[in-house]
Structure formats: C-alpha cells, structure tokens
C-alpha cells in the first residue's frame, strides 16, 4: 500500500496526502501546482504571497486549495519562515495571520503547534521539506519547514519538543509524515554546508555523497533521523520520497525553476 498518494478535489486542485495521517479528528494535505489560476511562471496553484505573483491570484488559491481540504482559508494561520530554528504555540488570537498579507503572518518562525481545533496551520515550500506531526494520544498538531539550515539546526525535532512541553506529547506517539522536497538525487550542497551539518551530527557521513568536488545531501534522512534521536518510531514516519526537482509538473522547485516559481503549501488542522 502507498502511504503517500494524490487525489483530484471536486473543484479541480491536485493535492497529496499521508494515508498514516487520514484519521478522524485531524486534516492535512500537500498541494501540487495543479488546479489553480495563477499564470507562468506561477502557474497554476501558487500559495505564495511573497513570490511576485499577483495578489488576487495567490488567495483564490489558497482559497480553492483549502476549500478542497474543507478548510477556510481566512483562518489560516502562517509564518514568515526565515530558515531558522523557532516554534510558535498557535492560539485562538493567532487566527488568520499571514492568512492574506504575508506582512501579517508570524515573525521569525519556521515551525507552529497548536492544540486548537479549527485553526489550520499552513506554511510554504518550493525544495524545502514539509514536515507534518499529529499526536492523535493529546490532540496536537505541527508543521515545520525545513530547508538545509532548518533540518541542520533541527527545527522537526524541535517542533515536536515544543509539543512535549506545551502538550504532554510524547514522541512515541506522534505520527509524523515528511512530504515532496528536493531529494538527493538532485541537492548539491558545498563544504560550507557539510561542515555545519558535521557539527550538529555525528553521523552527518550517512547523509551525504560526493559528488563531482561537491555533495548531495539526503535531506530526507536528516529530518527522519533527527526524529528517532528523540524517540519518534521509524514506523510513525513516513516520507514521500517525492522530488519536487525531478517533477516539476506537478510541483513548484525554487532551484530547478532558477529561482523564480511559486510556492507549494503544507497544511494541518485539528477538526474535533
């Protein structure tokens, strides 16, 4: 059985999700590019209000994109994501944030938690790994967004930490699903990024290869193995093994499209 899949909604959006994550009580999903109306080089399903994309264009599809989760949009609750390591706890007055203008979503923040029901948090990708947490045992959700320097400083560990302290959670519980990203089949890194990922793990060897004076870096294993140090099961973990680099019809890739491309969107929300 696939444990990551796609599925066409009703009013047209391509989106994936984790067959570990489909349960009651919790929904999530994984956009594509497909089924939205922004054009080239945005085209179709850019979430992304901080990517030159027309305005408009970027909240009809957030629009239609949470509308095929059964979300609203306006209550989204997003971050500025500056590729660091810090954890926002979501409450209700947090509602909405970045949900329109990207100057109003959360300052210096590349992971959120909430124990809220009916407060979706979503945050934004284009080569950097989504990470999804649902502790089905306390009722908590968690999204993170980890580029190198965010899976290096280990924000997914973090995140789920921050579950602990603010909800009991336990990582032994927590169902946690890595989604599309650039693989490493595709991610070329220099010295200067496999030395900051030496410091921080001693077996960083396991998630690099030389690669024609360079290396390529498994950013997939970085997170999963982050997440076992602290005691998530293997078996709770599930990555898409997705590369948003080789597919880039059906997904948004910063560094295969040079730079200039809209952004995929990882959304989570409790519905009890």
Not at 53 to 70: A, I, M
Not at 165 to 189: A, M, Q, R, T
Not at 196 to 207: A, E, H, M, V, Y
Not at 228 to 237: A, D, L, T, W
Request: aromatic share 8%; net charge neutral; hydrophobic share 40%.
């Amino acid at each position: 059985m696939e444990e990551f899949l796609l599925r066409q909604a009703k009013n047209s959006v391509w989106y994936g999700f984790f067959t570990h994550l489909t349960r009651k009580g919790v929904v999530h999903g994984i956009s594509t590019r497909l089924g939205g109306v922004s054009q080239l080089p945005y085209a179709s399903l850019n979430l992304g209000l901080h990517t030159g994309d027309c305005r408009e264009d970027v909240w009809t599809n957030r629009s239609l994109f949470c509308k095929s989760l059964g979300l609203n949009a306006s209550d989204a609750v997003t971050a500025e994501q500056t590729h660091g390591d810090q954890v926002w706890v979501v409450n209700n007055e947090d509602k909405g944030k970045g949900a329109r203008n990207y100057s109003d979503s959360i300052r210096g923040t590349d992971a959120l938690i909430t124990n809220v029901s009916h407060l979706p948090l979503m945050l934004f990708y284009a080569d950097c790994v989504p990470v999804i947490i649902y502790d089905p045992v306390k009722k908590a959700i968690g999204v993170s967004h980890a580029g190198w320097k965010g899976s290096v400083a280990k924000i997914a560990q973090k995140t789920i930490l921050a579950m602990a302290n603010n909800y009991d959670s336990k990582p032994s519980d927590c169902l946690v699903g890595i989604g599309p990203s650039i693989g490493p089949c595709c991610y070329e890194v220099d010295q200067i990024v496999v030395e900051k990922l030496r410091s921080n793990f001693s077996d960083w060897n396991d998630f690099v290869t030389a690669h024609n004076d360079r290396w390529k870096l498994n950013l997939w294993a970085v997170n999963q193995r982050q997440l076992e140090q602290i005691g998530v099961k293997s078996e709770n973990i599930v990555v898409s093994g997705i590369c948003t680099s080789c597919n880039t019809a059906v997904y948004f890739s910063h560094r295969a499209e040079l730079g200039t491309t809209g952004r995929l969107a990882a959304v989570v929300s409790l519905s009890l």
